[in-house]
């Protein structure tokens, strides 16, 4: 499995932009989709991206069609999201995420058994 680390959250007007970052440590990085989730208070937490490990897929949810953007860097192991007009409804603790089986593509919470700590987004109105 990976081990995974989110960077990039914080603090930001509605309208503005952030882009989160997911470092991921071990060598089969290349082989794993990786998801980004999110929670928002009192939420459950629900799916926001993913991309599959040969960058040949992408599914995004609905919420955030045409503003937020998921791309990877194999060689620099690392997965990010480009948050673009952001709305205070994008307000969570963002998550990044790998099934447990490598070579898997998924964007079902359930697939999903390694996740980082969690980087924390908030915009204001």
């Known amino acids: 499995q990976v081990q995974l680390v989110e960077s990039g959250g914080g603090f930001m007007q509605a309208g503005g932009s952030l882009r989160l970052s997911c470092a991921a440590s071990g060598r089969t990085f290349s082989r794993y989709t990786i998801g980004w989730f999110r929670q928002a208070p009192g939420k459950e937490r629900e799916f926001v991206a993913a991309i599959s490990w040969s960058l040949s897929r992408t599914d995004y949810a609905d919420s955030v069609k045409g503003r937020f953007t998921i791309s990877r860097d194999n060689a620099k192991n690392t997965v990010y999201l480009q948050m673009n007009s952001l709305k205070p409804e994008d307000t969570a603790v963002y998550y990044c995420?790998?099934?447990?089986?490598?070579?898997?593509?998924?964007?079902?919470?359930?697939?999903?058994?390694?996740w980082g700590q969690g980087t924390q987004v908030t915009v204001s109105s």
């Open positions: 995420a790998a099934p447990t089986a490598p070579l898997t593509y998924s964007y079902y919470q359930a697939d999903f058994g390694s």
